[in-house]
């Protein structure tokens, strides 16, 4: 199993990024898929997930900017960051879980400036 994530880097707040993540090896349309990131010095946090029959839930600090959509056919699952703030910047985290499994990508940085 293997979830590969991309479409970090630097932008100046206010501006936009979209975030990929492809999943190998796992049940993609069957599983529910996570976004979590990790600022420097904070704990890791959930951004946003999108269940297999595709209700969304958001953080209250990226609700209304974030989306979260998935394409089964794809096996990709993305994370539309609108109008981002210095304090999105932190490293950001695919994650996919179907019981018992719960899988992890490696990070993609976001780096966001004024």
């Known amino acids: 199993v293997q979830l590969q994530a991309c479409g970090g880097g630097s932008v100046q707040a206010g501006n936009s990024l979209r975030l990929s993540c492809v999943a190998y090896?796992?049940?993609?349309?069957?599983?529910?898929m996570r976004w979590f990131r990790q600022a420097p010095g904070k704990q890791r946090e959930l951004v946003a997930e999108i269940f297999a029959g595709n209700t969304t839930n958001y953080a209250g600090s990226v609700k209304g900017r974030f989306t979260i959509s998935r394409d089964n056919a794809q096996n990709t699952v993305y994370l539309q960051m609108n109008n981002l703030k210095l304090d999105d910047t932190a490293v950001y985290y695919c994650?996919?879980?179907?019981?018992?499994?719960?899988?992890w990508g490696q990070g993609t940085l976001v780096t966001v400036s004024s």
């Open positions: 090896g796992t049940v993609f349309s069957a599983s529910t």
């Open positions: 994650n996919s879980y179907r019981y018992p499994n719960n899988y």
